[in-house]
């Protein structure tokens, strides 16, 4: 066989391998709660976006116990509760500091 006939052999064979792959393996969620406990049990949120690696977006929770688990971001009570954070975030943040500058 010919070099040229070899490479696109081996190409056809890596691309064959790449789609044969489950998709979303590489993310962090793979089961989700529906549900959220308590607002005050949680500790810590990390939101995580969609990547190449991973096609949704994950919803990592930390309650004071140190359990960590992962919610449906589709659910309306999740989304009640991230807009409730990030209506704080943006109301705690401070305004950036105005300089004045005078020309000599």
Do not use: W
């Amino acid at each position: 066989m010919s070099g040229i006939l070899k490479m696109f052999l081996l190409l056809a064979v890596m691309v064959c391998i790449s789609k044969a792959q489950p998709t979303n393996v590489l993310c962090l969620c793979q089961h989700v709660r529906n549900g959220i406990s308590s607002r005050t049990e949680i500790t810590d949120i990390q939101i995580y976006p969609a990547t190449i690696f991973c096609d949704k977006v994950e919803i990592v929770v930390t309650s004071n116990s140190g359990l960590r688990y992962c919610l449906n971001p589709k659910l309306k009570a999740v989304q009640k509760l991230m807009a409730s954070i990030m209506k704080r975030e943006t109301s705690t943040t401070a305004r950036p500091t105005e300089f004045n500058f005078t020309m000599y």
